[in-house]
């Protein structure tokens, strides 16, 4: 259900079992430095854990403005929670990804650039440096965990640009964030290297990470647990993936906001045209099983009506 502007949730409704929710912001307005009027106005909600979440809206709305927030470096009025906890005390938990990646790399190898992020949260613990074994094998694990396989010795600027964004992902799960801002950060990967990055966002969100997208690539939409629109200095939603493709009566939201649905998203559209079939699918394997049971069965009845032969060879 889209929820009224600026009143934002993606809590479910046995959330008060999962703990508070990963961000929550109350009566939010942020005003870009230099900027001589808010770009987001007295905006409200709250994201649970272990979600990914597309942010989606025309250029200048306030996506990449709200995020800045998060993370201090856009001023802002409201309050802010992470985990429960006043933003204040927590804001190291959440990590921003820009674009390009390496604008925000600070080591000159990849091992460097974990062993800064490592100490880094160290330091915001209170806990010691680890020593230089612990310290191998943490970054070991965390290449591991985003599948980037390189030598930790590797320069980071001979990496590829899905190479450069695992290790963004990296470096921010290595500080301690369990709540990630990718703003854009695939913009220019390749379609395989952003289909890479998307199964790395999904094993997190399973781990209980938080992941939020800027994206106007609407296949990490498809790819989202809910979609957030920011538009007019207010944000409506979140609504499902299927709700922002397919829409209700005729309005698809992905259609009133000017993008192109992906591929797999036409065709089902199109067949739901052809055959009134109640048919809206997000995956290649939503699209084969609903084409077999839904649409193939009331074609098939149709033509059985009027002494037609199977359909069964159309599937």
Not at 88 to 117: D, I
Not at 178 to 203: G, I, K, N
Not at 254 to 269: E, S, T
Request: glycine letters at 10%; one cysteine or more.
């Amino acid at each position: 259900m889209l929820n009224s502007p600026s009143n934002v949730s993606t809590r479910p409704k046995d959330a008060a079992q999962m703990g508070p929710p990963a961000l929550a912001w109350r009566r939010l307005t942020v005003s870009p430095p230099g900027a001589s009027k808010p770009v987001l106005r007295d905006v409200s909600g709250e994201l649970a854990r272990g979600r990914i979440v597309a942010f989606v809206g025309p250029n200048g709305a306030g996506k990449t403005t709200f995020f800045r927030a998060l993370v201090g470096l856009a001023p802002f009025q409201g309050e802010m929670y992470v985990h429960g906890q006043p933003w204040r005390e927590a804001r190291w938990r959440v990590q921003m990804g820009f674009q390009p990646p390496a604008a925000s790399f600070v080591g000159q190898t990849v091992e460097e650039e974990l062993a800064v992020a490592i100490a880094a949260r160290a330091a915001h613990l209170g806990h010691p440096a680890p020593d230089r074994r612990a310290l191998r094998s943490e970054i070991h694990e965390w290449l591991q965990t985003v599948g980037l396989q390189v030598q930790p010795d590797r320069p980071v600027d001979a990496l590829s640009g899905g190479e450069m964004a695992k290790l963004a992902v990296a470096g921010a799960l290595a500080s301690g964030a369990d709540v990630l801002l990718m703003d854009e950060t695939q913009a220019e990967l390749d379609p395989d290297a952003r289909a890479s990055m998307r199964a790395v966002f999904r094993q997190l969100a399973q781990t209980g990470r938080t992941v939020l997208l800027v994206t106007h690539d609407m296949d990490d939409v498809l790819a989202a647990d809910a979609v957030v629109v920011v538009k007019d200095g207010a944000m409506c939603g979140p609504i499902s993936p299927r709700a922002f493709f397919y829409g209700a009566d005729g309005h698809a939201p992905c259609d009133d906001l000017g993008f192109a649905a992906p591929y797999l998203v036409q065709a089902a559209r199109r067949i739901r045209e052809a055959t009134g079939a109640d048919f809206a699918p997000l995956t290649e394997d939503e699209f084969v099983e609903g084409w077999r049971r839904a649409v193939a069965g009331e074609i098939g009845d149709s033509r059985a009506r009027k002494g037609a032969d199977t359909v069964e060879h159309l599937v």
